[in-house]
């Protein structure tokens, strides 16, 4: 479901509004190399005033992705660019503002569908869709200050680094 932004078109205006915003930029397309998948609350509707657009890619050679980054965004306002290890990978992120959203472009050597990002998002959306009710108590739990990950953890009395946890509870219940 999530390989495509189409279903952005059909979903709420936020919803509609970043599909225009990441289809002006042409980031699927100029990024398609990479594998560009788009993850975070907003596809599944638990965003909130200030969530940004996360785009995941697969990166194996960083200097490659920064220079086709800059070169395509580097204008963009609020642009920042950045090297670090999250989790033992190496990661790249580049961050900017346009049209309305703050994107955050994020890159490991690892594919899209095995990242933590997508990973999450496919167990929350299924954890919504199987328990409407949940989506609520989470978007007040951020409203709050929480993360989504363990916002997701406290609804469900889950234990632990969310992080871990949620994945584990996906594998466990056979959603990943």
Known sequence: ???????????????????????????MESLSEFNPILCGTLPIGIDIEGSDLDIIMEVFDPNKFEKKVKLLFSNKEKFIFKKTVIRNFSVVKANFMYGGFEFELFGQPQSVKEQYAYLHMVIENFIISNHPSVQEEVILLKKQGYKTEPAFCKVLGLKGDAYETLIDFGKKNRIV
């Open 1 to 27: 479901m999530f390989e495509t932004i189409d279903y952005l078109r059909f979903g709420n205006q936020k919803q509609k509004n970043a599909y225009n915003a990441i289809n002006s930029l042409g980031i």
